[in-house]
């Protein structure tokens, strides 16, 4: 059984950063794809971040240069590292396995950007 479990959001003043993690189980990330999404209050799903299973890489436009995605396989475990938050980056972020849209996905973590 898949499952995926976020962690690491909070809340940060604009320009932060934050790391976020998402430890999986019943699979192995290693050549899998992995996904990054984010639903704000009121919005739709937005997808930000894929690593495909050969670890090939690709950012929405509005994450690129600020967020980075990563994996670690001995931990099974997925991240984000998110430098220079922005107020409209206040959401809830989930990782998901592929397909992004409709993919397992944990309980999300919940980040906050804010002065």
């Known amino acids: 059984q898949v499952q995926l479990v976020e962690s690491g959001g909070g809340l940060v003043q604009p320009g932060g950063s934050l790391t976020l993690s998402c430890a999986a189980s019943g699979f192995t990330m290693s050549g899998n794809t992995m996904h990054w999404a984010r639903q704000a209050p009121g919005k739709g799903v937005e997808w930000i971040a894929t690593?495909?299973?050969?670890?090939?890489?690709s950012y929405s436009d509005f994450v690129k240069g600020r967020f980075t995605i990563s994996r670690d396989s001995a931990k099974n475990t997925l991240y984000l590292q998110l430098n220079d938050l922005k107020p409209q980056d206040t959401a809830v972020y989930y990782c998901v396995k592929a397909p992004w849209l409709t993919g397992p996905r944990g309980q999300g973590t919940q980040v906050t950007v804010s002065s």
């Open positions: 690593i495909s299973g050969v670890d090939s890489i």
